[in-house]
C-alpha cells in the first residue's frame, strides 16, 4: 500500500504517572489505554499464496540484475477476469460506439469527429488531432483504405504509451550501479573510506547514522532523509537507460527480434536465474556451444515460471496480491504479507517488490459514452474530485522496474516499509554482520521494485516514486497506541509508553525493549476478552 503515512504530531512522553500502580490501578490503566479499541476487528495477517499454479494469462518478466537474473510470471486480472480478455473487449465496444457514415466500418474522420465530441474521455488524443488529421491518418492507416480497423484502432489510441498490448514492462539500468556503490548509508558506515566495514565501524551505528541523517529528530530514518542530498539520474528512464532488448526489465510476450535478444544473452551467459541453481548458459544455450541463436533465445518464452504473482483490479478497489510459489523453490523463497498492495519476494538472491501505484484503484467498464460524459459535466459543475473514467486507459496496465535506489537502505530495513525504525536501526550492525566480515557494497542483496499503474502513461515516470509505505495493523492501532507512538515506525519504545516502565515490560512479552504491532493487538484482544490482567500475568 503505497501512501504517506509521516507523523508530526507532538506527544508529551513525560507523563507521571506513580512507579507503584496497586492491581487496580494497573486493570484501571490497561482498561484506559485499550478501552477506546474494544470491538474493533483484530487484523490477521494471512500468507499471499496461491493454492496451485496459475494457467492462464500470464506475462512472463525478464528483469536482469547485477547479480543475476529474474524470471517471473504475473497475471493479471480486472474483476476476475483475464487482462487481455477485458483490453480486447473494451477495443469491440468502443469500434461499435464510433458512428460509421458509409458502411459497416468506419472512416478516419468518422473517428476524429467522435472523439471531438468527448473531448473529456479521450484527453490528450482530443487534443493531438486538431489539424493533424492527415499526418495521423498516413502515420496509423496502415492498409490506405481510409477506414478504421480493430487494429489500427488499437495503435492509435495507445500510441502515448509506446505499446498497444493490454500489458508492458518498461525497465531501467540508471540505478543499478548507483543503488551499491553510491549508496549515502555505506559512506556513513565506511568511516575510513576503504569500501569496507569492519567491526569497529560497526560500534555506535544507529547513534551514528541518527546524527548524519535524522533531520527531524524522530530517532528513524526515511528514505526521503537519506536521499534529500543525492543526485540522481535526472530522467532515468530516457531510451539509452531503458529498451526492449532484454539489458533491462521487460515481459517477454509479444517480443519479435529474438535475433537482438540471442546477442543480449551472450552478455548474460554466466548469470545465475534468481531462485535456480542454472546459469543463464545452461538453461537457454540448448547445444552448449557458448553461443546463442534465434531459436535457443525464442525458448525463453516457453519457460515455466517458478514464482507467479497473481494481482486482480477489482472496483471498488484491487484485491490483495497472491503469490504461487513452485515446490520446488518454497524452501528458498519467502513472501511478505505485510502489505495488500504490494508484496515482497525474498530469497539469498535477493528481493523484488511488486506493486500498485495508488491511482489502481478502480475499473470503469466502458458503457455508453453519452452516460460517461454527463457524468464528468456533474462533478465539474459540482467540483467533486476528479475521477473521471478514462475507458480506453483503463484497459491497459503499465509496468516500471528498477533496482531500489539505495540498496543498503532496503537491506537494512527488515520490514520493507521504507522506513528504518529505531528497532531496525539497533539491529543494523547484526543484520551486517549476517552477511559476514568485513562487509562490501558488491555483498548487499539486490533488491528491485516492480510497480504497476494505470491511466494516462504521459505521467508514468512520475507515478515510479519510492515513499513510505503501511504496514498492515499498524492503521487499527487503538488510540492511545497511535498517539503514543510518536515517530510512526509501529512500536513504541520505553519514552514512547505513556505508562510507568513496570507496565511497558509486562507488555513487552518477548523482552526485546519495543512493545510492537502483535503485541499491542494482544493486549487489545485480551482486555476485550474480559482479562485486562492476562497481559501482565504472561511474563
Not at 544455450?285 to 486482480?312: H, L, M, Y
Amino acid at each position: 500500500m503505497l501512501s504517506d503515512t509521516s507523523n508530526d504530531a507532538e506527544v508529551d512522553l513525560e507523563t507521571e504517572l506513580d512507579d507503584t500502580l496497586s492491581v487496580a490501578a494497573e486493570k484501571e490503566l490497561v482498561g484506559a489505554l485499550v478501552g477506546d479499541n474494544v470491538g474493533a476487528e483484530n487484523t490477521t495477517l494471512i500468507l499471499p499464496f496461491d493454492d496451485r499454479p496459475p494457467t492462464d494469462s500470464t506475462e512472463l518478466l525478464w528483469i536482469p540484475a547485477s547479480d543475476g537474473v529474474l524470471i517471473i510470471g504475473i497475471r493479471i486480472l480486472i474483476d476476475g477476469k483475464p487482462l487481455e480478455e477485458v483490453f480486447e473487449s473494451q477495443i469491440d465496444t468502443l469500434l461499435g460506439l464510433i458512428p460509421k457514415s458509409d458502411g459497416e466500418v468506419p472512416k478516419w474522420d468518422d473517428l476524429f469527429d467522435f472523439v471531438g465530441e468527448h473531448e473529456t474521455i479521450f484527453a490528450t488524443s482530443a487534443e493531438m488531432i486538431d489539424g493533424q488529421s492527415k499526418t495521423l491518418i498516413r502515420q496509423y492507416d496502415r492498409n490506405t483504405n481510409r477506414r478504421v480497423d480493430r487494429e489500427e484502432l488499437t495503435r492509435f489510441l495507445f500510441r502515448m504509451s509506446s505499446s498497444s498490448k493490454p500489458f508492458r514492462l518498461f525497465g531501467t539500468d540508471a540505478m543499478q550501479w548507483i543503488s551499491r556503490h553510491a549508496s549515502p548509508l555505506f559512506e556513513s558506515i565506511d568511516a575510513n573510506d576503504d569500501r569496507l566495514i569492519d567491526e569497529a565501524e560497526l560500534e555506535n551505528l544507529a547513534d551514528r547514522l541518527l546524527l548524519d541523517f535524522d533531520r527531524n529528530l524522530d530517532r528513524c530514518l526515511s528514505f526521503e532523509e537519506l536521499t534529500r542530498t543525492t543526485e540522481n539520474d535526472a530522467d532515468p528512464w530516457r531510451n539509452n537507460r531503458a529498451s526492449r532488448r532484454g539489458e533491462v526489465a521487460m515481459n517477454l510476450g509479444g517480443y519479435s527480434n529474438w535475433s537482438d535478444m540471442a546477442y543480449t544473452l551472450g552478455g548474460f551467459s554466466n548469470y545465475r536465474i534468481w531462485y535456480s541453481n542454472e546459469s543463464v548458459e545452461e538453461k537457454f544455450d540448448g547445444d552448449q556451444d557458448g553461443r546463442f541463436t534465434s531459436d535457443e533465445a525464442a525458448a525463453i518464452e516457453q519457460v515455466s515460471p517458478a514464482i507467479v504473482v497473481t494481482i486482480d483490479i477489482a472496483s471498488p478497489i484491487p484485491m490483495p496480491i497472491t503469490v504461487w510459489v513452485d515446490p520446488e523453490v518454497q524452501g528458498i523463497v519467502q513472501v511478505d504479507p505485510t502489505f495488500n498492495r504490494s508484496v515482497w519476494i525474498n530469497s539469498h538472491e535477493g528481493s523484488v517488490c511488486v506493486s500498485l501505484a495508488n491511482d489502481v484503484t478502480a475499473f470503469t467498464p466502458m458503457g455508453s459514452f453519452e452516460k460517461i460524459a454527463e457524468k464528468v459535466l456533474i462533478e465539474a459543475q459540482t467540483e467533486t474530485p476528479d475521477d473521471s473514467p478514462k475507458p480506453y486507459w483503463t484497459s491497459q496496465v503499465r509496468g516500471r522496474a528498477a533496482n531500489f535506489p539505495d540498496q543498503m537502505f532496503v537491506f537494512l530495513d527488515q520490514n520493507h516499509d521504507c522506513l528504518l525504525s529505531q528497532r531496525e536501526l539497533d539491529q543494523a550492525s547484526e543484520q551486517i554482520r549476517s552477511v559476514g566480515m568485513p562487509f562490501r557494497a558488491d555483498r548487499i542483496p539486490e533488491s528491485i521494485s516492480l510497480q504497476l499503474t494505470m491511466g494516462d502513461p504521459s505521467s508514468d515516470a512520475q507515478r515510479f516514486m519510492f515513499r513510505r509505505l503501511e504496514i498492515e495493523g499498524q492503521n487499527n492501532l487503538p488510540r492511545w497506541a497511535k498517539v503514543a507512538d510518536a515517530n510512526g515506525d509501529g512500536d513504541l519504545t520505553e519514552l514512547e509508553f505513556i505508562g510507568p516502565i513496570e507496565l511497558f515490560r509486562r507488555f513487552d512479552h518477548n523482552g526485546d525493549g519495543y512493545i510492537s504491532i502483535t503485541e499491542i493487538q494482544s493486549i487489545t484482544r485480551q482486555y476485550e476478552s474480559g482479562e485486562p490482567e492476562s497481559a501482565a500475568d504472561e511474563i
